[in-house]
């Protein structure tokens, strides 16, 4: 079959992107789906979606009390959440199965909050790109990403 002269593939990011994008339908969290994914070398290493720690009874169950408690707003009483975020879940899925995240590439669907800021950090993952804001990137989540030479970035759909 031959190809037309104007046939483009999709870059490489918008490829991540839908990746990143199906694995958020895994989320088991009440409040918001999110999906993040590892990659190395333009293969993807790990992927991790938002919910409840293995054997325990997904959100949608009952299992976190703060995901089945209404009367709480976004961002207020997370000591109470017992859920993993994706982008924690990606790191400890490629560590479960001893894949390095040394000078790795994260995509996430939102950018990170702080603790998983920490994580990405001491990972050794070297780039971060977001594709939708959250209120909890605060300036001490972009400083520690600054200062510890880690690489953010929004994608911009192109």
């Not at 169950?61 to 709480?72: A, F, T």
């Not at 669907?109 to 977001?130: D, Q, R, T, W």
Request: hydrophobic share 30%.
């Amino acid at each position: 079959m031959k190809l037309s002269k104007n046939y483009t593939r999709i870059s490489w990011d918008n490829y991540f992107k839908k990746i990143t994008e199906d694995v958020s339908q895994r989320s088991n969290c009440l409040t918001r789906q999110c999906g993040a994914i590892l990659i190395k070398e333009k293969m993807i290493i790990s992927t991790g979606y938002n919910g409840t720690p293995k054997g325990v009874k997904n959100c949608f169950k009952g299992g976190c009390p703060r995901c089945n408690d209404s009367k709480i707003k976004s961002g207020e009483a997370l000591d109470r959440c017992i859920c993993v975020h994706a982008e924690e879940n990606a790191i400890i899925q490629a560590a479960y199965h001893g894949m390095s995240t040394k000078d790795a590439t994260l995509y996430t669907i939102y950018c990170p909050c702080i603790f998983c800021a920490k994580s990405i950090v001491n990972a050794g993952i070297k780039e971060v790109i977001y594709f939708d804001d959250y209120y909890q990137m605060d300036s001490l989540s972009r400083k520690m990403f600054t200062s510890s030479g880690v690489k953010v970035r929004k994608f911009n759909g192109s």
